[in-house]
């Protein structure tokens, strides 16, 4: 629905909403003056899109992906396209090699804060940057159950839990704002509030080449509704703080200096601005905002970080 809701303001035509399960299919294209399917080949295959979005089970994914990827047509799939880092980077290897305009979508990177970090460092206002800090909890795994979804809970479906769904964000952040390719140094995880198989928390400190230290929290652990979302840099000239007191914002603090820049009326960011920025680049013959080998290095953070946690990686 998330994404049903952005296209419909897109106003682009809905050709198609396909869910294994019919009454699913049927529930939201009936709620979007769409087609149900139960068979994502026939739906291409009868609607002949200019533009797919896909989801699925995390495990699923490999297959639906090289079934587009075959078919030429531009797609946005929800990350991590897999359950393992061999097999996402098989995917992107296929994507390259096929010229196949396929993007994950990384919405931490449309925020204010992204926007102004990188903006800076490439003017030479933050100066050496020492660490960065990414929190990501939100509340914990019943909703899951509740929307339908239970297989997230599952390592053999999910390939994990809070890390390879949201800290994933986390990683790919860091590598955006840096522009630099981090290693994992440490990494742990918890089971101790659901003790399911999948981790309901992870702390993972990455340090890149230059010696730029990172520390990504995911977790489920938040009580009730809303969730803890947190984003700060600390650099040698300034410090970026990213703030939605009053409205989406980004804290800048240096010496003599304490300001608070926000978003401009209008200002999309986001998953809105993820599919925005794909339908607009596809209509401009420009690549993808976020590339195959975007969604596989993060990827392989992410197994890196299990392996070093003592998680076992499943195989796609």
């Not at 075959?70 to 946005?76: M, N, R, S």
């Not at 970080?305 to 076992?312: F, L, P, V």
Request: proline share 6%; hydrophobic share 40%.
């Amino acid at each position: 629905p998330n994404y049903l809701r952005i296209l419909q303001n897109e106003h682009v035509d809905i050709l198609g909403v396909h869910a294994p399960d019919a009454a699913v299919a049927a529930k939201w294209a009936g709620e979007y003056g769409s087609t149900p399917y139960t068979d994502y080949r026939v739906m291409i295959e009868k609607t002949k899109p200019e533009f797919v979005v896909a989801l699925g089970r995390h495990v699923a994914m490999p297959a639906e992906f090289r079934f587009l990827v075959e078919t030429g047509i531009p797609f946005l799939m929800e990350k991590p396209w897999g359950i393992d880092d061999k097999t996402v980077n098989e995917l992107a290897d296929l994507a390259e090699a096929k010229q196949a305009w396929a993007a994950v979508p990384m919405p931490s990177r449309y925020s204010l804060f992204a926007e102004t970090a990188v903006d800076m460092r490439q003017r030479g206002e933050l100066g050496t940057i020492s660490h960065m800090l990414f929190r990501f909890n939100q509340p914990g795994v019943q909703r899951y159950v509740d929307l339908g979804s239970p297989w997230m809970l599952s390592k053999a479906d999910a390939g994990g839990g809070a890390l390879i769904n949201l800290g994933i964000h986390g990683f790919d952040l860091f590598r955006y704002i840096t522009a630099e390719e981090p290693q994992v140094v440490s990494a742990v995880t918890s089971h101790a509030i659901y003790k399911r198989e999948v981790e309901d928390y992870a702390h993972v400190t990455l340090r890149s080449s230059s010696g730029v230290v990172f520390l990504n929290e995911a977790g489920y652990t938040f009580p009730g509704t809303g969730g803890d979302q947190e984003r700060k840099l600390s650099a040698q000239k300034v410090f970026l703080r990213a703030t939605t007191v009053g409205g989406e914002g980004v804290q800048i603090v240096g010496p003599g200096r304490d300001e608070t820049r926000r978003a401009p009326e209008g200002y999309l960011s986001g998953w809105p601005r993820v599919v925005n920025e794909c339908l607009n680049r596809i209509g401009r013959a420009e690549p993808p905002p976020a590339t195959a080998r975007d969604c596989a290095r993060a990827v392989s953070l992410i197994c890196e970080a299990y392996r070093m946690a003592g998680e076992t990686v499943a195989r796609s």
